[in-house]
């Protein structure tokens, strides 16, 4: 069985930083492209980040450029999101997904939520 | 960036029914469109994706068209289980985006 499990999440200041981690299980990680997808409370999805198969290519959206950085441990079969510099805007529950570039994001874990606040 | 404009933001139906969402892109994306629902406390479950392609295990029912700036999904003969929200998202190029949904909700 496919599985995702996000963790890393919290309560953090305006300001602060948190690293968010995805264990990914059931399938061939090395296979898949990784992405992590936002939503805030009662809001749509907001795609943030994409790292390729080899991690050698990354895409971010604008808004979390040069302040949050995807990466992967393809040998622990883990996919993390270190978020820097943390406004009120960027909180969310933060799903990672797997998925192949241009095609789909085919499974999906079930969140974590990052609330930034004083 | 790529919009995605769905419609109705809001769709009330009975079990049975067969409805119809609409994504509208601000350019043209090809076929690189993909169909997701999400139910509440859940992460998005993938539907449809290259515009009309069913994902393994999801139920016939459920269909996609289109190409180019505009698309819809179909669901046929609803049931209890398909009330939930509907998202298109485009892959064609980065920002990957998403629309901004659609509530289906029971009549």
């Known amino acids: 069985e496919v599985q995702l499990v996000e963790s890393g999440g919290g309560l953090v200041q305006p300001g602060g930083s948190l690293r968010l981690s995805c264990a990914a299980s059931?399938?061939?990680?090395?296979?898949?492209?990784m992405n992590w997808v936002r939503q805030a409370p009662g809001k749509g999805l907001e795609w943030v980040a994409t790292i390729k198969k080899d991690g050698s290519e990354k895409y971010y959206v604008d808004s979390v450029k040069g302040r949050f950085t995807i990466s992967r441990d393809n040998a622990k079969n883990s996919l993390f999101l270190q978020m820097n510099s943390l406004t009120a805007d960027d909180t969310a529950f933060y799903y990672c997904?797997?998925?192949?570039?241009?095609?789909?994001?085919?499974?999906w874990g079930q969140g974590t939520l990052v609330a930034v606040s004083s | 960036d790529i919009q995605l404009t769905q419609s109705p933001s809001f769709l009330s139906a009975s079990v049975g029914d067969t409805v119809t969402i609409t994504c509208r892109a601000s350019?043209?994306?090809?076929?690189?469109l993909a169909w997701y629902q999400q139910k509440p406390g859940k992460g998005p479950r993938l539907l449809i994706y290259?515009?009309?392609t069913l994902q393994n295990g999801v139920p016939s029912r459920f269909s996609g068209s289109g190409s180019g700036a505009q698309f819809t999904l179909t669901i046929s003969s609803l049931q209890p289980e398909d009330f939930a929200t509907y998202y298109c998202?485009?892959?064609?190029?980065?920002?990957?985006?998403f629309g901004q949904g659609t509530k289906l909700e029971i009549k």
């Open positions: 059931g399938f061939t990680f090395t296979n898949f492209w």
């Open positions: 290259v515009s009309s």
């Open positions: 998202q485009q892959l064609n190029s980065y920002p990957y985006t």
């Open positions: 997904a797997s998925g192949l570039e241009h095609v789909f994001f085919n499974s």
């Open positions: 350019l043209g994306i090809g076929m690189y």
